[in-house]
């Protein structure tokens, strides 16, 4: 039998990157799981034991609703995020506005939505994305991004310290730079002021001291581990994958 065997698995931004991989190697491990992004025709194609359904994490009622009708969850995967690029100096209010709501609110909505249900069945586990950058490590231009990924962390052990005697589990994984459509965006982003996109590229490559990125499918392995039994003694942890970034 799988690792995930009979368990209800919800995971956000599942269309593309890391929730994608989640929410395949959910369903790999026997799990049914309801996969959501905002864009629909990104989660095409996920296949068996995968419902696929259209949520923006950013419409309260529609998390709310989405959650109650499908759940009870055994497994909670807040995966959405956005990567700003700026410093303190040239971040808009509307960037520091929209990576709050989406990086760190949208996971306190989603959590409170799907905890009642895991507390009425006894137990659950949420894994919440967070970053190498952020808490673990500060990064150039990074500012919103490592601010909110911060507040993830906070977020994750204040939900595991209050839950943690009725069987919730609340643990969150910090990535280095993964390989995924949005880094593709960021690489085009920084390739005028790197000389080309090669360029632009070799410069998240060599951040990494392993000299390559990590795949969606390695982060996908970590998130499927503090989702799965075996993590049962795990909880308010912030666990690095990252290559050797910070090391
Ligand atoms: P991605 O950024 O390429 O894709 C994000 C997905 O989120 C898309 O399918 C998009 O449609 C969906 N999405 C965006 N806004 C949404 C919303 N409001 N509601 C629902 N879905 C929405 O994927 P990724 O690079 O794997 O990033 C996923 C998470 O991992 C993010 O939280 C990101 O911060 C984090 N992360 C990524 C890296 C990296 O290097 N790629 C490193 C560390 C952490």
């Known amino acids: 039998a799988g690792r995930l065997q009979g368990k209800r698995c919800f995971v956000t ?3 593309q990157g890391i929730g994608r991989a989640a929410a395949l190697a959910y369903a790999r491990e026997g799990a049914t799981v309801v996969a959501t992004d905002r864009d629909a025709a990104k989660l095409a194609g996920l296949g068996d034991g995968i419902a696929a359904m259209p949520l ?21 995967f807040n995966c959405a995020g956005f990567v700003h690029q700026n410093d303190v100096l040239n971040c808009r209010d509307e960037d520091w506005d929209f990576a709050f709501a989406l990086n760190v ?7 409170q939505a799907a905890l009642p249900g895991m507390l009425a069945q006894g137990g659950g586990a949420i894994v919440n994305m967070a970053s190498a950058a952020g808490s673990v490590k500060g990064v150039a231009n ?34 280095g730079t993964v390989d995924t459509p949005s ?11 790197a000389g080309s996109v090669e360029a632009a590229r070799a410069a998240f490559v060599s951040r990494q001291a392993m000299g390559r990125l990590a795949t969606p499918e390695e982060i996908a392995e970590l998130v499927l581990y503090l989702s799965a039994p ?18």
């Open 56 to 76: 923006d994490v950013l419409d309260d009622a529609a998390v709310k609703a989405t959650i109650e009708d499908n759940g009870p969850f055994d497994v909670v």
């Open 183 to 193: 880094l593709g965006e960021r690489i085009a982003a920084n390739a005028s002021t």
């Open 230 to 247: 075996e993590s049962q003694f795990v909880t308010a942890q912030a666990i690095v994958i990252d290559g050797g970034w910070t090391n």
């Open 105 to 111: 609110r949208a996971q306190w909505k989603v959590i």
């Open 142 to 175: 990074r500012f919103a991004y490592g601010t909110t990924k911060a507040a993830v962390v906070g977020l994750t052990k204040s939900v595991a310290a209050d839950f943690v005697t009725r069987g919730i589990r609340c643990n969150c994984v910090c990535p």
């Open 13 to 15: 931004a599942a269309g």
